[in-house]
C-alpha cells in the first residue's frame, strides 16, 4: 500500500535553529499538508498545498514557517528560528481529496 | 471555526466488548467525518469515514453514526481485540474549508486481554 514517507523521525535542535523537515507524499496525489500535534493536544492544521502553492494556510502558519516542493517528489517544511513552543510532532499528508494518508511524523525537540 | 470535541479521552474495555466514541462538532456546513487509528510510533490512519448524506456506515467491526441535527457523531467498535489498543482520532471538514480538516483531541483506548 503506498505510503507517505516522512524524515527524519526525531529531530533535537537548538532554540534558534532552523530545521527542514521531510516528507515523500504519495506520487499521484495532488494535495499536501502539513499538520502538528503539541504532546497531549489536538492535531492541529498548519497548512496545505496544491498546485505548486499554498492553498491554505493556519494562524499558526505565521511567518517563521515555509514550505516547498522543490522537486516534484519531497515536500518539505521550514522552520526558521525555532522556539521552545515548537516542540511537537509534525505530520505530513497527502490526498488525492477526502481522507488523508498520514506519515508517520517527526517529533521535534527545541532545547 | 469549526470546533471538534470528542470524549472520552482515555477508554478501557475488556476483550471482546464493545467501545463506544463520541464526538460533537459545531459547524453545521461540515460535511465529511473521517476517523483515524494512531498506533504507537505511527501516523493516524484512516479507518472509516462519513458524509453527512448517510446516517450510518459500517465496516466489518466498525461502525459510524452520524446525527446532523445534534451535530455529533461516534464510532463504534464491537467485539474488541487487543489490538484494537490505540488512540483515535475524529475530524470533521467544513464545506469550503478547502480540504482541511478539524480534529479531535484524541481517545487512547485500550483493550484488557
Known amino acids: 500500500e503506498p505510503e507517505v514517507t516522512q524524515t527524519p523521525s526525531h529531530q533535537v535542535t537548538q532554540m534558534g535553529q532552523e530545521v527542514i523537515l521531510r516528507c515523500v507524499p504519495i506520487?499521484?496525489?495532488?494535495?499536501f499538508y502539513w499538520y502538528r500535534q503539541i504532546l497531549g493536544q489536538k492535531v492541529e492544521f498548519l497548512v496545505s498545498?496544491?498546485?505548486?502553492?499554498?492553498?491554505?494556510k493556519s494562524e499558526i502558519f505565521d511567518d517563521q514557517f515555509s514550505v516547498e516542493r522543490p522537486d516534484g517528489s519531497n515536500f518539505t517544511l521550514k522552520i526558521r528560528s525555532t522556539k521552545l513552543e515548537d516542540s511537537a510532532m509534525y505530520f505530513c499528508?497527502?490526498?488525492?481529496?477526502?481522507?488523508?494518508?498520514f506519515g508517520s511524523g517527526t517529533r521535534l525537540t527545541v532545547v | 471555526g469549526e470546533n471538534v470535541e470528542q470524549h472520552p479521552s482515555t477508554l478501557s474495555v475488556q476483550e471482546g466488548d464493545s467501545a463506544v466514541i463520541k464526538c460533537t462538532y459545531s459547524?453545521?456546513?461540515?460535511?465529511?467525518f473521517p476517523w483515524y487509528k494512531q498506533e504507537l510510533g505511527k501516523g493516524p490512519q484512516l479507518i472509516i469515514d462519513?458524509?453527512?448524506?448517510?446516517g450510518e456506515k459500517k465496516d466489518q467491526r466498525i461502525a459510524v453514526t452520524l446525527n446532523k441535527t445534534a451535530k455529533h457523531f461516534s464510532l463504534h467498535i464491537t467485539e474488541t481485540q487487543p489490538e484494537d489498543s490505540a488512540v483515535y482520532f475524529c475530524?470533521?471538514?467544513?464545506?469550503?474549508?478547502?480540504?482541511?480538516?478539524?480534529f479531535g483531541t484524541g481517545t487512547s483506548l485500550t483493550v484488557i486481554p
Open positions: 475530524a470533521a471538514k467544513p464545506l469550503g474549508s478547502g480540504n482541511q480538516f478539524y
Open positions: 459547524d453545521s456546513a461540515s460535511n465529511y
Open positions: 506520487s499521484n496525489h495532488l494535495y
Open positions: 499528508a497527502s490526498s488525492e481529496w477526502g481522507g488523508y494518508t
Open positions: 498545498f496544491y498546485n505548486n502553492e499554498i492553498s491554505e
Open positions: 462519513i458524509r453527512s448524506n448517510v
